[in-house]
């Protein structure tokens, strides 16, 4: 029988699906309600020597029709005191003394802005820390310099976090740099993990009534975190360039962009996570979500004959190359599956303006002219019925 449990730099979780810092791990009550859901961990929202008040509105759903396609969040992090946050970590220590509660924990240019937090936090029940290194920190100018991007400056504040615990320190990286460069300078200062990855800078978009940007609060927008399932790919790059980098330093990798579904979390074990982290998807849908991620990991598991998710674990990577390791002698050909192809027409338009005008329709049945065709796949994409696929030419 596949097992989900995993064990992570001495912590022991009992499913790899944990909720991501933000606002569904934002109260005690809420990462209760988690647990009792059935997820394997919590990465509590980011808690600072101070807390934040947050704008109203600050969140905007980026949808094409009815689906949702990502979302920006203005917000920064908790309202909530140091002081607040033990009690709040008493009530859940009280209802799940041993589910992995990760403490994420955010500073600014001095020691003591990092270490006071660790300090009081650590009495209260935390398996380790992950560092948001990716809100305006060490600020200059009109936007500030993040710390996620200045691998000095990120050197630093991870040795004041690792002189302040004997726990796991993990490091929540920024799409918005170096991923490998920032992944070396953590490891290289201390840190156990990195989470790949934060949100990236976005803008959801312009009011065109009123010409403003989305969110707006009183008239003004800002530059916010982009989320959710367009943000993937890129997430997925970076969890490989850090895996590459933890061939040769000790650090572990906690997946972290755009998972909605367990195959999504395959993906990320295989480009070299252990875990996978989640935000978005479960604001959207709630945290009974878990109950199809973990009965789909484990029948996915089972069907592949693995014994647990670390068995995938960096399968892709040696698979990952650059485009001189391509063989360009291979070439490949659409193939229309006459038996579902409805002849919409939706390759050929496709074809004609993207590709090599290689497509027609023909009796209500898409053609393919394979002196034409350049095996680029483009219609493969589009086929809305799953019609077309490539084969060898």
């Known amino acids: 029988m596949a097992s989900l449990e995993t064990t992570l730099m001495g912590i022991k979780f009992p499913n790899p699906f944990l909720l991501a810092a933000g606002p569904p791990s934002a109260t005690g009550a809420m990462v209760v309600e988690a647990f009792k859901a059935g997820w394997g961990g919590a990465v509590l929202k980011t808690i600072a020597l101070e807390p934040t ?62 270490q006071k937090v660790v300090q009081q936090l650590e009495k209260h029940g935390v398996n380790g820390y992950e560092m948001n290194v990716s809100c305006p920190n ?53 840190a156990n993990g990195v989470t790949t990855i934060n949100s990236l800078t976005g803008l959801a978009g312009i009011n065109i009534d009123t010409l403003s940007p989305l969110p707006t609060v009183g008239g003004i927008g800002i530059f916010g975190g982009y989320g959710g399932p367009a943000l993937k790919p890129v997430a997925l790059r970076c969890t490989a360039q850090a895996a590459q980098v933890a061939q040769d330093l000790p650090i572990q990798i906690f997946g972290c962009g755009g998972v909605e579904k367990w195959q999504d979390a395959v993906e990320y074990f295989a480009v070299g996570a252990s875990v996978v982290e989640i935000c978005t998807a479960v604001m959207w849908n709630g945290f009974q979500i878990i109950d199809k991620l973990t009965s789909g990991l484990a029948e996915y598991l089972e069907g592949k004959g693995y014994d647990s998710p670390a068995e995938i674990k960096g399968k892709a990577l040696p698979k990952i190359g650059s485009f001189p390791d391509i063989n360009l002698s291979i070439q490949l050909l659409a193939s229309i599956n006459e038996d579902i192809c409805n002849g919409c027409g939706i390759c050929v338009t496709a074809c004609d303006s993207g590709g090599f005008q290689a497509i027609r329709i023909n009796e209500n049945l898409a053609q393919i002219d394979l002196l034409r065709c350049d095996g680029c796949g483009l219609c493969v994409g589009v086929c809305p019925l799953d019609a077309i696929e490539l084969v060898p030419k």
Request: proline share 6%.
């Open 53 to 114: 008040k947050h704008p109203s509105p600050r969140v905007q759903v980026i949808k094409t029709g009815r689906h949702k396609r990502g979302m920006i969040d203005i917000e920064l992090f908790s309202d909530m005191t140091l002081d607040r946050w033990s009690e709040e970590l008493d009530l859940i220590r009280d209802s799940y003394p041993r589910r992995p509660i990760i403490a994420s924990i955010t500073g600014g240019g001095h020691p003591e802005e990092w």
């Open 138 to 190: 060490f600020s200059d100018g009109e936007r500030g310099e993040k710390l996620g991007q200045d691998s000095k400056a990120l050197k630093l504040a991870v040795s004041w976090v690792r002189e302040a615990t004997d726990l796991p320190v993990i490091v929540k990286l920024t799409p918005n740099a170096d991923i490998k460069e920032q992944a070396t300078a953590a490891a290289e200062a201390g």
